[in-house]
């Protein structure tokens, strides 16, 4: 598929349908969900950088990536945000009967996601699920911590351990274990579905204001990635415009 360079990072050309077919109909994929900050930690992290451009599909999920791809490249790219990618490709799958495990977050998070799931997708194929306990994720690829996915073989594995350890964490399992499952970097969207956090309406996400709402419920964790990275991209890209033309 095509992408395009914004900053260091190559950003799929690609829609949120796109990208449910591909992970019901395709296998050993790997999927990053990208927004400014993770385009800013790439753009200062060459090694981070190298892992995330590996990937198969490199998603703009927040509206400034979207709105950078749109401009720099007049391709019209739309948010693909992690949010309508897990529902979409959920629901897509249905009739395919697609195996679905969930890794991460907090156990109750993950027994509400779970019981949300099947009340809005009845008939979905869930195989497994897992909250590893905290620690690196060199410490998560122990084969006690990943037995299950293994031995389950689900068709996609949804990740959310937090950006960059989750992504870190798909990239060394699929090269240590060669499964065949599609690795899914999905952040916090356990969360907003299991409705232990409040999600941002549409309208604020599609103004590029979903920051708001975040930085309010998590200021201490996000306080950073707001107003140092995002600011960081905001000048980076303006360079990288200005460049452009």
């Known amino acids: 598929m095509n992408t395009v360079k914004i900053l260091n990072t190559?950003?799929?050309?690609?829609?949120?349908?796109?990208?449910?077919?591909?992970?019901?109909?395709h296998n050993s994929l790997k999927v990053a969900i990208c927004n400014t900050n993770t385009?800013?930690?790439?753009?200062?992290?060459?090694?981070?950088?190298?892992?995330?451009?590996?990937?198969?599909i490199k998603t703009p999920d927040g509206f400034p990536i979207a709105k950078s791809s749109s401009i720099l490249y007049k391709n019209g790219q739309r948010r693909v945000d992690g949010y309508k990618v897990f529902l979409s490709t959920i629901q897509d799958?249905?009739?395919?009967?697609?195996?679905?495990?969930?890794?991460?977050?907090?156990?109750?998070?993950?027994?509400?996601?779970?019981?949300?799931?099947?009340?809005?997708?009845?008939?979905?194929?869930?195989?497994?699920?897992?909250?590893?306990?905290?620690?690196s994720y060199e410490e998560l690829l122990e084969e006690e911590y990943v037995k299950d996915i293994i031995e389950t073989k689900p068709d996609i594995v949804w990740v959310s351990l937090g950006f960059p350890k989750q992504e870190l964490f798909i990239n060394l399992f699929q090269?240590?274990?060669?499964?065949?499952?599609?690795?899914?970097?999905?952040?916090?969207?356990?969360?907003?579905?299991?409705?232990?956090?409040?999600?941002?309406?549409?309208?604020?996400?599609?103004?590029?204001?979903?920051?708001?709402?975040?930085?309010?419920q998590e200021p201490k964790r996000l306080f950073r990635r707001y107003f140092v990275d995002n600011l960081l991209f905001l000048y980076l890209i303006t360079k990288q415009y200005i460049s452009k033309k």
Request: include cysteine; charged fraction near 20%.
């Open 93 to 135: 799958g249905l009739s395919r009967n697609t195996r679905h495990y969930f890794y991460g977050s907090e156990d109750p998070v993950i027994q509400k996601l779970v019981k949300k799931l099947k009340n809005d997708f009845p008939g979905i194929n869930i195989v497994g699920s897992f909250s590893p306990p905290i620690g």
């Open 39 to 56: 385009v800013a930690r790439c753009y200062k992290d060459d090694q981070l950088s190298e892992i995330i451009n590996s990937f198969d």
């Open 10 to 25: 190559n950003i799929s050309e690609i829609s949120i349908s796109e990208v449910s077919s591909f992970l019901n109909n």
């Open 175 to 216: 090269e240590k274990y060669s499964v065949e499952s599609n690795l899914v970097g999905i952040g916090a969207v356990f969360e907003w579905v299991a409705g232990t956090k409040i999600k941002a309406p549409e309208f604020l996400a599609n103004l590029g204001l979903e920051w708001i709402l975040r930085l309010a």
